[in-house]
């Protein structure tokens, strides 16, 4: 695992909102953990490397400083506030097309209308359609195609107008 999987990979837990993920194969382990963290202190993410060595432990801090940060982030929930977020009514694996050799049921830009497949969601062996709530325009997919999702986590934003 190279450090831009791993990068990677402390971006999307941050992302999911999960407070620690634990990864273990058989030549490393990787502990991240996030969430509320008293003032002054920044989020560490732990990375100990070989497992059969001594034990090396490498901190990686956050890349961006938090107040820099808040700024931009209370500006772009202003912009997405008129927009309507589709969320996963359900925990499983998100898939944007309806099998790997079609396209996906919706792309960015498109013009939907309420009751139209977005997508699909794979929960214990079973694929459930999400379907729109509303009509509208696609603006922006939230969730990476064959991922796994959370309840309630957004996927979709659309605008209504």
């Given amino acids: 695992m190279d450090i831009k999987e791993i990068q990677s990979l402390i971006k ?8 620690e993920v634990k990864l273990e194969t058989d030549d ?8 509320a963290l008293s003032s002054g202190q920044e ?20 890349e961006s400083s938090p107040a820099p940060a808040a700024p931009a982030a209370e500006a772009k929930e202003e912009d997405d506030s008129k927009y309507i977020t589709i ?13 790997p050799d079609k396209g996906p049921f919706v792309e960015v830009g498109d ?12 929960a214990m062996k079973l694929f459930n359609d ?16 064959s991922s796994p ?13």
């Fill in 12 to 19: 999307f837990v941050a992302k999911s909102g999960a407070s």
């Fill in 28 to 35: 490393i382990k990787i502990t991240i953990r996030t969430g």
């Fill in 43 to 62: 989020p560490t993410y732990v990375q100990q490397i070989p497992m059969g060595t001594a034990p090396a432990v490498a901190a990686v801090p956050m």
């Fill in 87 to 99: 969320k996963s009514p359900i925990i499983g694996t998100f898939y944007r097309k309806p099998s």
């Fill in 111 to 122: 013009n939907i209308s309420k009751g139209d497949v977005l997508c699909v969601i794979e």
């Fill in 130 to 145: 999400i379907e729109s709530e509303v009509s509208g325009k696609i603006i922006k997919v939230l969730a990476e195609d």
């Fill in 149 to 161: 999702v959370e309840f309630d986590q957004p996927l979709f934003l659309i605008d209504p107008s």
